[in-house]
C-alpha cells in the first residue's frame, strides 16, 4: 500500500539555522506529494507541493523538490525563524487511486529557538 | 473567510456517552472528511463523503458514523463513546477527490476526551 515515512522528531534549531525534515514515501500508482503544517492549536494548512517528478514546490521560504529516484520530497529552509515553530506532516495522494485517500506521515515537531 | 468550522472545540465526555461533531464548509465543495489525529500517528481517515447524501468507510470507522444530509454540513457521531476514541479530530474539504495535486482544506479541530 502507499506509505509516508518522516524523519522523527522533535527538532530544535536555533533561530537562522538550516532546515531539514526528511520524507521517503513508497505508493502503488502516480503520487502528488505535499506537505502540510500546523501551528499550536490550529489545524493543518497547505504549505507546498509538488505533483511531477522533479518538480519544487516553494512557499514562505520552504523548498521541497519531488525526487522519483529516491522517492523522496525532503523539507527544506536555510534560515528558521521562531514563527516556523510547529509540527509539519507530509503527505502523498495517489493517481490512479482511491479518490478519498491522502496517506500523512506520523509529524514532524520543529522548535525554533530566538 | 470562513473555510471549515468544526464545533464544538473542545468537549470532556464520560464512556458511554453520545456527542455529534458537527462540520461546516462555505466554498461549495463536493469531498469532506473526518480525521482523527493522534500522537505519533499522524491523521487517520475516518469516514468520508463525496457528495451531498452520500457517506463511505474510511481507515478506522469502527464506533463513529457519519451523515451528509446537506452539501455544507458532514456530521461525525460517537454512539457510545470509549477512552480509545480520546483524540484530535479534523474535519476537511476538497473541491473533487483527492488525485492530481487537489487541495484538501481542514478546519481547526476538535479536542475529545473521553474518561
Known amino acids: 500500500g502507499d506509505s509516508v515515512t518522516q524523519m522523527e522528531g522533535p527538532v530544535t534549531l536555533s533561530e537562522e539555522a538550516f532546515l531539514t525534515i526528511n520524507c521517503t514515501y513508497t505508493?502503488?500508482?502516480?503520487?502528488?506529494l505535499f506537505w502540510y503544517v500546523q501551528y499550536p492549536g490550529e489545524g493543518l494548512q497547505l504549505l507546498l507541493k509538488?505533483?511531477?517528478?522533479?518538480d519544487k514546490g516553494s512557499n514562505k521560504g520552504f523548498e521541497a523538490t519531488y525526487r522519483k529516484e529516491t522517492t523522496s520530497f525532503h523539507l527544506e529552509k536555510g534560515s528558521v525563524q521562531v514563527s516556523d515553530s510547529a509540527v509539519y506532516f507530509c503527505?502523498?495522494?495517489?493517481?490512479?487511486?482511491?479518490?478519498?485517500?491522502?496517506?500523512f506521515g506520523s509529524g514532524t515537531q520543529l522548535t525554533v529557538l530566538p | 473567510n470562513a473555510g471549515v468550522t468544526q464545533t464544538p472545540k473542545f468537549r470532556v465526555l464520560k464512556t458511554g456517552q453520545s456527542m455529534t461533531l458537527l462540520c461546516a464548509q462555505d466554498?461549495?465543495?463536493?469531498?469532506m472528511y473526518w480525521y482523527r489525529q493522534d500522537p505519533g500517528m499522524g491523521l487517520r481517515l475516518i469516514h468520508y463523503?463525496?457528495?451531498?447524501?452520500?457517506?463511505a468507510k474510511g481507515e478506522v470507522p469502527d464506533g463513529y458514523n457519519v451523515s451528509r444530509l446537506k452539501k455544507q454540513n458532514f456530521l461525525l457521531g460517537l454512539e457510545s463513546a470509549a477512552p480509545s476514541q480520546t483524540s484530535v479530530y479534523f474535519c476537511?474539504?476538497?473541491?473533487?477527490?483527492?488525485?492530481?495535486?487537489?487541495?484538501?482544506?481542514f478546519g481547526e479541530g476538535s479536542w475529545l476526551t473521553v474518561v
Open positions: 476537511a474539504s476538497s473541491y473533487s477527490g483527492l488525485y492530481l495535486g487537489n487541495t484538501i482544506y
Open positions: 505508493a502503488t500508482g502516480y503520487p502528488s
Open positions: 509538488a505533483t511531477k517528478a522533479d
Open positions: 503527505a502523498l495522494s495517489v493517481t490512479p487511486g482511491s479518490a478519498r485517500q491522502l496517506t
Open positions: 466554498m461549495n465543495h463536493e469531498y
Open positions: 463523503s463525496v457528495g451531498e447524501g452520500t457517506t
